[in-house]
C-alpha cells in the first residue's frame, strides 16, 4: 500500500466546537442549521485541470472512458511498486532534476478518482469556457509573467529555474514551494487545486465565525471570515484576505488583496477568487472556484471537483525545519562559479 505524507493542521479539533447532528442520513449541519464542514477531505483525482484534446471539446467521459484513465494509472502504480534493480545504473539527469527523478515513487499517490458531478464523469476541472481551457492570457498577463521569470506563473514555465542566469544568485530566485512557503501545484489556493503527487488531504474546521482550511501540503492554513469586509488594498496577504457569506447551503468565500509573490499563473494583485463550499452528502463536498482578472486573463473562468471525507489522519508536514539544502544549493553554485572562473585563467 502507498504511503503518504501527511501535515499537521496545528490545531486540536474539539475545542469549542459545536457537535454536528445529521438527520435521516442527509448532510451533517451544527446546531445553528447550516451544514457542517468540518472534517479531513481527500481531494485527489486524476481528472486534469484543463481538458485534454483527447475529448474533443465534450465535458463528459463515457464509462468507459474513465475506466481506461483509472485502469492506465493503476498500470503505472502496479509497476513503480516493483522492486528496483540494486544493479541499475543511474537514471539520466533531466530539466529540472539531477538525478532524473524528483521523487521516489514509493511517496506518490497521484490519484484514484474522476471527478463525477451530478452523476456525470467530468474531462476537465475547468467547466467554464465549456471547452475546458484557461482563457488566453492578455498581453499585459504574459509581459508580467515572463518579467518575473514564470516562478509562479504559466503552467509552460512554472519551474523556469535552470534557463535563469540568476537561478541559484538568491534564495528567492527559488519558487516559493522549493523554499517551502506554500504548497506546490497551488494546493493551498487560493484556488485550492489537486495535487497530482501527493499529500492531497484538506482539513475543514468551522465555527459560526470563523472556518479554517489547512493543506496537507507544505501545512498552509487559511482562515475564512464570515461576514465583513475586507481591508484595504494596501494590506495584502500571501494567500489573499478570504470572507465568507451563507447562500442557503453554500458557503461562499471571496478572496482578494493578494501579493504579487503568490502570483497563480501568473495573475496580478487584482485576482478575485469567488469559492464556493457545497456539502453534497454526508461525504462530499463540491468545491466550486472563478477566478476574475481582467489584467492576466481575457475573461473569468470557473472549475470545480468534489472533496471526500477520508479517515486518513493529517501529520506534520517539516518541510523548511533544519532545511540545509539551500544553503548548500546556493555554496555549490559559488564554488562552480569559483572553478569555472579559475579554469578560464588557466586557458588565457
Known amino acids: 500500500m502507498r504511503i503518504q505524507l501527511f501535515a ?7 475545542m469549542g466546537l459545536p457537535a454536528a447532528s445529521q438527520e435521516g442520513g442527509g448532510i451533517p449541519r451544527t446546531p445553528d442549521g447550516r451544514p457542517d464542514l468540518t472534517g479531513i477531505y481527500d481531494a485527489n483525482t486524476l ?51 539531477i538525478t532524473g527523478k524528483s521523487y521516489d515513487d514509493f511517496w506518490k499517490s497521484f490519484g484514484n478518482r474522476v471527478v463525477t458531478v451530478g452523476g456525470e464523469k467530468r474531462s476537465s476541472i475547468v467547466i467554464d469556457p465549456p471547452d475546458g481551457k484557461i482563457p488566453p ?35 528567492e530566485a527559488s519558487a516559493n514551494s522549493e523554499r517551502c512557503l506554500l504548497g506546490f501545484g ?40 464570515i461576514g465583513g469586509k475586507h481591508p484595504p488594498s494596501s494590506i495584502r496577504k500571501w494567500l489573499g484576505d478570504s470572507v465568507g457569506h451563507w447562500e442557503g447551503d453554500t458557503l461562499v468565500v471571496e478572496t482578494t488583496n493578494f501579493t504579487d509573490k503568490t502570483r497563480f499563473r501568473g495573475s496580478s494583485e487584482n485576482l478575485k477568487v469567488t469559492e464556493r463550499f457545497t456539502r453534497l452528502d454526508a461525504n462530499t463536498i463540491l468545491y466550486r472556484f472563478t477566478l476574475d482578472d481582467p489584467h492576466t486573463w481575457a475573461k473569468p473562468w470557473t472549475g470545480e471537483y468534489t472533496w471526500a471525507v477520508s479517515s486518513e489522519r493529517m501529520f506534520e508536514y517539516a518541510c523548511h525545519e533544519n532545511n540545509y539544502a539551500l544553503g548548500g544549493i546556493l555554496r555549490g553554485a559559488r564554488v562552480a562559479e569559483s572553478e569555472a572562473a579559475a579554469a578560464k585563467s588557466e586557458h588565457k
Open 47 to 97: 481528472t486534469q485541470i484543463e481538458r485534454p484534446a483527447k475529448y474533443g471539446g465534450r465535458e463528459a467521459l463515457t464509462d468507459q472512458e474513465a475506466t481506461e484513465l483509472l485502469r492506465a494509472q493503476a498500470t503505472r502504480d502496479e509497476e513503480a511498486d516493483k522492486p528496483s534493480d540494486p544493479n541499475r545504473k543511474a537514471p539520466k539527469a533531466s530539466t529540472g532534476s
Open 137 to 171: 492570457m492578455t498581453e499585459e498577463g504574459n509581459a508580467r509573467d515572463d518579467t518575473h521569470g514564470g516562478l509562479a506563473g504559466r503552467a509552460d514555465v512554472l519551474e523556469r529555474r535552470g534557463a535563469r542566469p540568476d537561478a541559484f544568485d538568491d534564495p
Open 8 to 14: 499537521l493542521a496545528g490545531l486540536i479539533l474539539g
Open 186 to 225: 497551488w494546493t493551498s489556493g487560493t484556488p485550492i487545486l489537486p495535487n497530482y503527487l501527493y499529500n492531497n488531504l484538506k482539513q475543514i474546521v468551522q465555527t459560526p465565525t470563523e472556518v479554517m482550511i489547512v493543506t496537507e501540503m507544505i501545512h498552509d492554513a487559511r482562515i475564512v471570515r
